[in-house]
């Protein structure tokens, strides 16, 4: 009853004007930069990052918008994949299996409208579970002392690569970059300085939001600019929507598993939403068996997984607001942002700041259903705008950015720490290192060297404090799980899931 | 043609003889107000809220203008205001005992507090220790006695960093009491009062440090129980149920005043306008009620009493500071 109440403060929030109206304006960035190829939910949300503060948005405001354009995101991947085969970011990618065979069949209308139907069912209940769920997370809060908090963002940290991940040792050595710029500032345990070369600028430390922006949004224009890309995507043709009531009654079923199975892979660390939507794909073919079409354009192949990585997404807001644990890109550059706007998530957050979060969850339900009304009739106009030439679209992406970056601390300073992390980003993603762990570096480095020192002050120096509670040692063999699964489970997924890409490929050279 | 320049010049020097004589000082127009932190935090409200009474009771006919200048904990902003403002009597600076704190342990290097011109305070939190509600400790007394008996046995936890105005709280608290081995008061700097709160409420840590605003919905749930205010008197209304240290026979004064500080340089008579002004402001309805607003509790010095007031609490803090071992 308590968590009603709570929300209904939530709705009381979410639906003001000024709360609504950025909200529909986050959902319409956010489908935009779904769908364009390249600009995933993380760079949209970095980018968007610096709009915020230059408006000078009330946290509310901020993270409503913010949210919305991160759950707007998941809805745009599916354009591209459906339309031009591309997936408009990673989590999008198992629908191209289907989707785009029934583009190619002529029915790329009604594709849109039931993985739109799929994902509105995904985001609500994945929304919903998230309000049944971090009450119940945040009650568990008063257990958490420095030492369980160590093994907390041990875990975060082993389970950084994600099941999937490729390359371990990559994901190590960015997460390391992180930890390194993390521990310039002032060490608030001893009140020393570190690494700051008795430059004021440099006390308190790198801004993320600054290492944010330069690392995705402006190795993004780097990128573009190298690759000379002045044309944008091949129109895209769209025919007229026939969808009978039928046809998404069919769809139903394997929307709902699909969530659950999505929510699931959210709000465990490290699974994420490209994981949600493999596994809700998988497991649908497998409970339809040879009945189904898969991967000849079967509705249900585009359900499932457009189900599962919205569920996935939203399930990923579980752990970063419950406990300042990102589980995903997207989610650790949303804490960033939280932390920025000076509000520390974590088991706190609901008591301490109960309407806003319960805002931000409001506006959720609110801006999945001003989603599903974007997607459905308006799908025309997202799909023109893909055709918007990037030479257009990048320069005002860097120009917001900069003026939002200067626009914080009003330092020229600043604008060189974005270009030079622009610069490293660039580098970085060339030599194929991934850039969420070296954001999480700097956001976990400090809280977690933190708790290791409160940990050892409270029990005089004795380091098997770190193990002594039944809490901390659930914790730290789930991190232990988390660094192992990837090279015992992480090459049969993987493999799994290039295959079923490749299968795709396949007719596609026969064209 | 040839006498307009000279017709100019008369006109311009009786203009500035009627002014001189008329009126001491004119304020400009605009104001500008510096809070050396992002957007949310104290300075920051400092600034917009105090810009919005000046504006609203007519002391500043156009604007104040808040411009926000993170670094270095206030750093930043006091290295500008020395450096590129000087004279310049539209600007204001927020600062808070924070500000102090850092000036008196050096932080802000080669810059000291008699550089710029103080003010007034226009408010203040006060100073809290706090327990569990379920802890053994029910005065501050058995509290400071403990300590006497075995530093290590209480630990505290606060929003600030080591050596910083949560931490000298503590200290000033148990050098009042009669704590002789203060750097051995074991103190763990969180990222804010309520991470702190949450350590004492779970049972890890033993004593909470911070501001009364902090505490308050902690003390309304009944998680918290405090110990000491560290106010000269008890605060007003409801907040009057909670003893303070001075009643308990311990000696120990720390409000974390809120106020700001001008540029060098600046006309006497300026300086003179803005203590004037801050006072008359402290004085309005419009500000009691947002001190009420936003749990500021009563604390005013202006002019030469709140110069005399930061010198003596830099002297005190470092003192203090030198004592745990913090600066030498």
Redesign the interface.
């Known amino acids: 009853m308590e968590t009603l109440n709570f929300l209904l403060q939530g709705f009381a929030v979410a639906l003001t004007p000024e709360h609504l109206m950025f909200a529909a304006i986050g959902a319409i960035l956010g489908t935009l930069i779904g769908a364009l190829p390249g600009l995933g939910p993380a760079n949209g949300v970095a980018i968007l990052i610096p709009l915020a503060f230059s408006l000078?948005l009330s946290?509310a405001a901020s993270l409503i918008m913010l949210t919305s354009v991160y759950a707007g995101a998941m809805y745009g991947g599916r354009i591209s994949s459906i339309l031009l085969n591309i997936p408009g970011d990673e989590p999008a990618m198992m629908t191209t299996l289907d989707g785009y065979p029934m583009a190619m069949k002529g029915k790329a209308a009604e594709a849109l409208a039931i993985s739109a139907i799929a994902s509105f069912i995904g985001s609500l209940l994945a929304t919903i579970g998230l309000i049944i769920l971090a009450p119940i997370l945040a009650r568990f809060?008063?257990?958490?002392?420095?030492a369980e908090y160590f093994a907390l963002f041990a875990l975060a940290f082993a389970t950084l690569g994600g099941i999937t991940g490729k390359n371990q040792v990559k994901t190590i050595v960015a997460a390391c970059l992180g930890l390194m710029i993390a521990t310039v500032g002032?060490d608030?345990?001893?009140?020393n300085q570190r690494y700051t070369f008795?430059i004021?600028?440099l006390?308190?430390g790198v801004d993320f939001i600054i290492a944010i922006v330069g690392l995705f949004a402006v190795s993004e224009l780097l990128f573009f600019i190298e690759k000379h890309v002045g044309e944008g995507l091949a129109a895209a043709k769209l025919n007229k929507l026939n969808l009978k009531m039928s046809d998404i009654l069919h769809v139903i079923p394997t929307s709902l598993r699909g969530s659950v199975l999505g929510f699931i892979s959210g709000v465990l660390p490290g699974a994420g939403a490209s994981l949600g939507s493999f596994v809700s794909y998988t497991l649908e073919k497998r409970v339809v068996g040879s009945k189904g079409q898969f991967g000849e354009g079967d509705p249900r192949g585009v359900a499932a997984p457009e189900a599962g990585n919205n569920a996935a997404a939203n399930g990923a807001l579980v752990p970063m607001l419950t406990l300042g644990v990102p589980g995903s890109g997207t989610t650790a550059v949303l804490l960033a942002m939280l932390i920025?706007?000076?509000i520390?998530p974590?088991?706190?957050l609901f008591?301490?700041n109960a309407e806003l979060v319960w805002g931000v969850i409001a506006a959720l339900l609110v801006g999945n259903l001003m989603l599903l009304a974007l997607n459905i009739p308006m799908i025309g106009l997202f799909v023109k705008l893909l055709s918007i030439p990037p030479k257009y679209l990048m320069p005002v992406v860097t120009l917001v950015a900069a003026v939002g970056i200067y626009s914080?601390?009003?330092?020229a300073l600043d604008l060189y720490f974005m270009v030079g992390f622009g610069l490293a980003g660039y580098v970085l993603r060339k030599l194929e290192v991934p850039l969420v762990p070296v954001i999480l570096g700097m956001l976990l480095g400090p809280?977690m060297e933190?708790n290791l020192?409160?940990a050892l002050?409270?029990s005089?120096g004795d380091w098997t404090a770190l193990f002594s509670s039944g809490l901390s040692l659930t914790i730290w063999s789930l991190a232990f799980l988390g660094l192992a699964l990837p090279y015992i489970v992480g090459p049969i997924l993987r493999r799994r899931m290039e295959n079923a890409r490749a299968r795709l490929e396949v007719p596609e050279e026969g064209d | 043609m040839k006498q307009r320049p000279l017709r100019k010049l008369m006109l311009a020097t009786s203009l500035v003889f009627a002014t001189s004589s008329a009126m001491a000082f004119e304020p400009e127009r605009t104001a500008e107000c510096i809070a050396p932190a992002n957007p949310g935090g104290g300075w920051d409200f400092t600034c917009r809220s105090v810009g919005k009474v000046l504006t609203d009771l007519g002391y500043i006919e156009g604007n104040v203008q808040t411009v926000n200048m993170p670094g270095a904990g206030g750093g930043v902003a006091f290295a500008h205001t020395l450096s590129k403002r000087e004279g310049d009597s539209a600007l204001m600076v927020a600062a808070s005992t924070a500000t102090t704190t850092r000036l008196a342990q050096g932080q802000f290097r080669g810059m000291t507090a008699e550089q710029v011109k103080w003010a007034a305070a226009l408010g203040a939190d006060y100073g809290v220790i706090a327990v569990a509600q379920d802890s053994p400790y029910k005065t501050l007394n058995e509290l400071m006695d403990a300590i006497k008996a075995d530093p290590l046995s209480v630990k505290f936890g606060g929003g600030s960093a080591l050596g910083g105005w949560d931490h000298l709280k503590v200290l000033i608290a148990a050098k009042a009491a009669g704590v002789t081995e203060l750097p051995k008061i074991k103190y763990l700097a969180y990222n804010g009062g309520a991470e702190a709160i949450t350590q004492v409420v779970g049972g890890h840590i033993q004593g909470f440090t911070g501001d009364v605003s902090e505490v308050l919905g902690f003390v309304e749930s009944g998680d918290l129980r405090v110990l000491a205010v560290l106010a000269e008197e008890r605060l007003p209304g409801e907040l009057g149920g909670m003893p303070t240290a001075v009643e308990q026979g311990i000696d120990a004064v720390a409000p974390n005043w809120r106020g700001f500080y001008l540029p060098a340089g600046i006309p006497d008579d300026a300086y003179e306008w803005w203590t004037q002004t801050y006072d008359k402001l402290y004085a309005s309805n419009e500000w009691k009620q947002v001190m009420q607003q936003n749990g500021l509790m009563p604390f005013h010095k202006s002019g030469a009493e709140f110069e005399a007031f930061v010198q003596q609490q830099v002297k005190d803090i470092r003192e203090l500071s030198i004592e745990i071992g913090l600066i030498k």
Not at chain 1, 188 to 191: E, L, P, Q
Not at chain 1, 408 to 411: F, K, L, V
């Open positions: 000078g946290p809060a008063l257990h958490f002392g420095a002032v608030i345990s001893t009140g008795d004021l600028e006390y308190e920025s706007l000076n520390q974590g088991p706190m008591t301490q914080i601390s009003n330092s809280e933190l020192r409160h002050a409270i005089d």
